[in-house]
């Protein structure tokens, strides 16, 4: 999943907004360097990850997506998702997008540790991107700076026509596949604070 998705997964199970950032940042095992809430978030996020890969609804939304943009099918789906959730936000959520990106930025970055893997100066266009991922020209922004962060020439900057064209498959997707990634959550964190501890 992308951005919103963690972060709407991390406030409804009240786990840590800026773990949910860093869980796309921080590789390998956790250590002591991090607040215990901050490495539950980045946990989590990991979890999310694995379980939304593995996912029948993300496997078909995949499938969907021929050469060459099949080879990046994983994160054109996981931007894709975000759109759709952005588009049909109030069937998740009891507020606003706006309120809840805003709130969202806030939260990240009272949560920033100073000594994460870049600063809270690049978190402050947060609530925007978030919000923007409702028109075509946010998600065109996504796929520009994913493109940017890969290391060969790849067609990611390109895949918008193709995720616009699978609107309905992610509409249709996306329903279930939050259902499902917040009972993993549920039980990540009941495994990770057992009842009477």
Do not use: C
């Not at 996912?55 to 894709?80: C, E, K, M, S, T």
């Not at 498959?169 to 009941?190: K, W």
């Amino acid at each position: 999943m992308n951005l919103l998705a963690h972060l709407l997964l991390a406030e409804r199970s009240d786990t840590s907004f800026a773990g949910q950032i860093l869980g796309d940042e921080i590789k390998g095992r956790l250590d002591d360097r991090f607040l215990p809430r901050v490495r539950h978030g980045i946990r989590l996020h990991r979890a999310i990850d694995g379980h939304s890969d593995a996912h029948d609804g993300h496997r078909r939304l995949r499938n969907r997506f021929h050469p060459p943009q099949r080879r990046y099918a994983g994160i054109l789906v996981d931007i894709g998702l975000d759109y759709a959730l952005a588009r049909h936000w109030g069937d998740f959520h009891p507020d606003s997008l706006e309120s809840f990106a805003r709130r969202a930025q806030q939260r990240v970055m009272a949560e920033w540790p100073s000594n994460a893997p870049f600063s809270r100066m690049r978190l402050r266009g947060l609530g925007s991107v978030l919000a923007g991922y409702r028109h075509p020209k946010g998600i065109q922004r996504a796929l520009d700076s994913v493109s940017g962060r890969l290391r060969r020439d790849n067609p990611v900057a390109d895949a918008l026509p193709a995720i616009q064209a699978e609107q309905q498959a992610f509409a249709d997707e996306l329903t279930q596949l939050i259902e499902d990634l917040a009972a993993v959550v549920g039980r990540f964190d009941r495994a990770a604070h057992p009842p009477g501890q």
